[in-house]
């Protein structure tokens, strides 16, 4: 099935609603064709904002401009935009087969049976639905629903698909295998899309680059890696995974150096001006004790599988954490050695 890849462009887009309240400053945000972009942060930053006014469902702020393929979009109706949506629910229509919701949004605007026939036959296939045509929604597990509400969207081949946290109502079990499912579906279907959600995880597995948002701010895109290792602001870094904040003196900016507890390790140079600095858990390697290395005391054990979540305090009563592999034998009380790799640390931006 042959699907539009359309370049977005969103320029100085806002929304103020009648109150006065900004749901969105302006924001400027091209995606790519072909592209998924995740819009990734907490309630209330923005994010379902800006997917209603891509969609049409908001009126966006004199000034603001969106444009899909060169043509401007700003003020179309939903209807004319060329969109298609998944959300949270799927909202498929429980008293239809799988292949008459799929030809749902063809039947309404008039195609005839020998194209639907046709294009719920690929879109079957291209989300494997095989031998499941004639089933109703509430015969269908999760992750069917999902890809039936996949095809519907795309069936009318919409020029932007978008999505409005498709995984939220799912238990976490569920959510991981579903999330690998639609990354993959995604890719196989080429179409640009624009995936709204607050977890992180999500946002990594699915999207090509992700724009982290946050009180009504786009405040960094990029992808996966380049956000989690080259924050450019405290909230990203904060947001994005874990950290541990280390305050700087002026006595220990004056000497280029990070205190950590009783021990002091040298200042990266692009960092001796920072009056913070921030480490992430999984950059503090814990082992026995050495003379002259930092040291701590283990405060709390949590197991998680696959790794380790170490709570420490250093001598100077600073706490810490710590992930470690799920091996780690350290337990509560126990007196360790910390190693720290000095090129991880992140600056602690406070504009």
Request: net charge neutral; hydrophobic share 40%; aromatic share 4%.
């Amino acid at each position: 099935m042959n699907i539009e890849k359309t370049r977005i462009e969103i320029i100085d887009c806002a929304k103020t609603y009648p109150d006065g309240t900004r749901g969105l400053q302006p924001v400027t945000l091209t995606i790519n064709p072909g592209e998924v972009i995740a819009l990734l942060g907490p309630s209330g930053c923005g994010k379902t904002t800006l997917l209603r006014l891509l969609a049409g469902l908001e009126a966006a702020d004199p000034g603001s401009r969106i444009l899909f393929a060169g043509q401007e979009v700003t003020h179309l109706p939903v209807e004319r935009r060329g969109i298609g949506m998944v959300f949270q629910s799927y909202a498929l229509f429980p008293q239809m087969t799988v292949e008459a919701n799929i030809a749902y949004g063809l039947r309404v605007r008039g195609v005839s049976a020998e194209v639907q026939k046709k294009t719920v036959g690929e879109l079957v296939d291209l989300v494997r639905l095989n031998g499941l045509e004639k089933k109703r929604p509430a015969e269908l597990s999760g992750g069917q629903r999902q890809r039936v509400a996949l095809a519907r969207a795309v069936a009318v081949k919409p020029r932007v698909l978008l999505l409005d946290e498709p995984l939220a109502a799912l238990d976490a079990k569920l959510k991981e295998s579903l999330r690998d499912e639609l990354a993959e579906l995604l890719r196989r279907l080429g179409i640009t899309a624009v995936h709204v959600t607050h977890d992180q995880h999500e946002a990594l597995a699915i999207a090509d680059r992700l724009a982290i948002m946050s009180a009504g701010l786009i405040m960094q895109v990029g992808n996966g890696e380049s956000l989690y290792r080259k924050p450019e602001h405290p909230f990203v870094a904060q947001f994005l995974g874990r950290v541990n904040r280390l305050e700087r003196d002026d006595s220990a900016i004056a000497n280029g150096i990070i205190s950590f507890g009783d021990a002091v390790l040298a200042c990266p140079e692009h960092l001796k001006a920072h009056p913070a600095v921030l480490l992430r858990p999984e950059d503090i390697r814990v082992e026995a004790v050495c003379d002259g290395q930092p040291r701590a005391t283990v405060e709390r054990r949590v197991f998680l599988g696959d790794r380790v979540q170490l709570q420490l305090k250093t001598a100077n009563r600073q706490l810490m954490m710590a992930e470690q592999p799920g091996d780690t034998l350290f337990r509560e009380g126990e007196a360790v050695g910390l190693r720290i790799d000095a090129s991880r640390f992140l600056p602690a931006y406070d504009n």
